[in-house]
């Protein structure tokens, strides 16, 4: 069998084992197929964790991937401290970060650290305070069908989705990306 090449193709959002429950595939597996591929690199995203990260880093240069370390972080409706339901929102959503550098994967540490330890609401949660404070040097795409935009264009609430495409558009600039997935929805 021999894969059609991919040449060009990244995925920047993908969960390997370290997603329970969502993801499985391991970091040797993803990178050994993702170069029978042609890809040039990979990210690995997975969901509130950075558990596999140097295993991913050492396993993608083996391979000769280059390696993007991101997380798809949960973010509270409000301070990822306030333990309560919000009527109308959910726990937390999901956003998507990517580290472009040095700076970007630290202030990833740094957020992911942040909430397990302070945001821990059913998940470890961070919140738009954070992502002011810890944003250089990363690259945040809109998230998937459960992300705040996405929550909120399914709600029918299109001015709020406005709302917080232009608030992280703000926030990142440049370095804010709209997530398109073909889930055939």
Not at 22 to 47: E, F, N, S
Request: charged share 25%; proline share 3%; net charge neutral.
């Amino acid at each position: 069998y021999a894969p059609r090449r991919m040449s060009g193709f990244v995925h920047l959002h993908l969960h390997t084992e370290y997603s329970l429950l969502d993801g499985m595939i391991r970091t040797k597996d993803l990178t050994k197929r993702a170069k029978q591929l042609g890809m040039p690199a990979v990210a690995m995203t997975d969901h509130g964790n950075l558990f596999g990260a140097i295993e991913f880093y050492i396993d993608a240069k083996k391979a000769g991937v280059k390696p993007i370390i991101g997380c798809e972080v949960y973010l509270a409706p409000d301070k990822k401290e306030l333990r309560k339901e919000i009527p109308g929102r959910k726990n937390s959503s999901h956003l998507t970060l990517l580290a472009m550098n040095e700076t970007g994967y630290s202030n990833l540490v740094k957020l992911v650290s942040r909430a397990h330890l302070d945001g821990f609401y059913y998940k470890p949660r961070t919140d738009k305070d954070d992502l002011v404070t810890f944003n250089e040097g990363l690259i945040c795409l809109s998230g998937c069908l459960n992300g705040e935009v996405n929550e909120f264009i399914q709600q029918e609430q299109i001015e709020k989705a406005r709302e917080s495409v232009a608030w992280f558009h703000e926030l990142f600039g440049d370095r804010y990306y709209l997530e398109l997935h073909d889930h055939g929805l």
